[in-house]
């Protein structure tokens, strides 16, 4: 913890220099968190932080490369001595169009590098920190794409990456359950942004989910599958 910056509750979200990661961020903030945007880009990560309100700060974070997670999580421990909530956000290849049938193994590996592995270093690196304070936060951005009572033909990459984050939130919620951690994975729903396209509803509704699940109670529900506070079928 620095002197210069006395610390409440810190948040970090990965793949946060835009959409619903930074949005989350902003909303985050407004709740007096102190915010850490991951970012590939820290150019990129400083204009967004820029662009909020609150205590925000950048840290590099790309989870698609193997120890960034790790350095990550020792700088927030250098810096700010802990953190209380992570949000998996980062995420890529909403692959329309692609059949898995006909798959493209450069996508498909893409998708789960960062999908999947991606998160999945995040949440091992920074576990022993949400644990330590005994009331952390783990948010899995997910997709109702992933569920497998609805899933259908079309984006495979991303669909059954989705799936398997969603695997990884009930494993994680369980080994976690006893470290006052409580792990959900959320849906923020067709959302207008890069990702999504336009025709999606505003993106602060589609964060307020994720903020939802960032701040839930000691008594909140841990491993759970969520849009805008309702249950979703896995």
């Known amino acids: 913890m620095t002197d210069e910056h006395p610390v409440d509750k810190v948040a970090l979200a990965t793949g946060a220099n835009r959409g619903i990661g930074q949005e989350t961020g902003r909303q985050l903030a407004k709740l007096g968190f102190t915010v850490l945007l991951g970012v590939r880009d820290i150019a990129k990560g400083e204009a967004a932080a820029k662009a909020l309100d609150g205590h925000v700060e950048v840290i590099a974070l790309d989870v698609a490369a193997p120890d960034a997670a790790q350095t990550a999580a020792e700088e927030v421990q250098r810096r700010f001595g802990r953190l209380d909530v992570l949000i998996n956000n980062a995420a890529i290849h909403y692959d329309t169009g692609s059949r898995a049938s006909r798959p493209d193994w450069t996508v498909i590996r893409e998708a789960f590098e960062t999908n999947v592995f991606g998160a999945?270093?995040?949440?091992?690196?920074?576990?022993?920190?949400?644990?330590?304070?005994?009331?952390?936060?783990?948010?899995?951005?997910?997709?109702?794409?992933?569920?497998?009572?609805?899933?259908?033909?079309?984006?495979?990459?991303?669909?059954?990456?989705?799936?398997?984050?969603?695997?990884?939130?009930?494993?994680?919620?369980?080994?976690?359950?006893?470290?006052?951690?409580?792990?959900?994975?959320?849906?923020?729903?067709?959302?207008?942004?890069?990702?999504?396209?336009?025709?999606?509803?505003?993106?602060?509704?589609?964060?307020?989910?994720?903020?939802?699940?960032?701040?839930?109670?000691?008594?909140?529900?841990?491993?759970?599958?969520?849009?805008?506070?309702?249950?979703?079928?896995?």
């Open 120 to 234: 999945w270093r995040a949440g091992a690196a920074f576990a022993p920190l949400l644990g330590a304070g005994g009331h952390g936060r783990l948010v899995n951005v997910s997709s109702e794409g992933g569920s497998l009572a609805s899933m259908g033909a079309g984006t495979p990459a991303y669909s059954t990456s989705k799936a398997t984050l969603n695997a990884l939130t009930r494993v994680l919620a369980a080994e976690l359950r006893g470290s006052g951690v409580l792990v959900n994975a959320v849906c923020p729903g067709w959302v207008a942004t890069d990702m999504g396209g336009p025709g999606g509803r505003p993106v602060a509704q589609g964060a307020a989910g994720i903020v939802r699940a960032a701040t839930l109670p000691d008594d909140g529900p841990t491993g759970g599958f969520f849009r805008d506070g309702r249950r979703l079928p896995w």
